[in-house]
């Protein structure tokens, strides 16, 4: 028996895409996969960075209301006025810390993200709340 070059072409096409093309097809496919995996593990970690300034400010703002209660509760105990230097304090270097935030970061990256609460409302309560400030 006899062999044809053209069926011996056919078949050594055949093992050349098994051996070769397709693990480089398949090993390009994975590169793909890892990439995007690659790409969406650094959005997600963003979104970490995102949450933890977001609970690094809140710490800081109810720091701020803990420093303005003491200084309410000293003056309201003693009437003595030294005592209201950290809620006048806390309350200025609060008046600056809605702007800040919402600058460096309440609102990013996504907009679902921004806080539920109206200023001028939580403004309102305070005011209502503590008549020295009027």
Not at 4 to 30: S, V, W
Not at 56 to 64: H, I
Not at 75 to 99: E, K, N, V, W
Request: with cysteine; charged share 25%.
């Amino acid at each position: 028996m006899e062999r044809n070059p053209l069926d011996e072409n056919i078949a050594f096409r055949k093992l050349l895409t098994r051996t070769l093309i397709l693990p480089l097809a398949l090993l390009g496919l994975l590169s793909a996969v890892f990439v995007g995996q690659i790409l969406y593990l650094k959005s997600l970690n963003r979104w970490v960075d995102h949450a933890d300034r977001v609970i690094g400010q809140a710490n800081f703002v109810q720091k701020l209301f803990l420093d303005c209660e003491t200084g309410l509760r000293g003056f309201a105990l003693t009437h003595d006025a030294d005592f209201l230097d950290p809620y006048t304090g806390g309350s200025i270097r609060g008046s600056r810390s809605p702007q800040q935030a919402r600058v460096s970061g309440f609102r990013q990256p996504g907009a679902d993200s921004s806080p539920s609460g109206d200023t001028d409302e939580m403004g309102e309560l305070e005011r209502d709340e503590h008549p020295a400030r009027r």
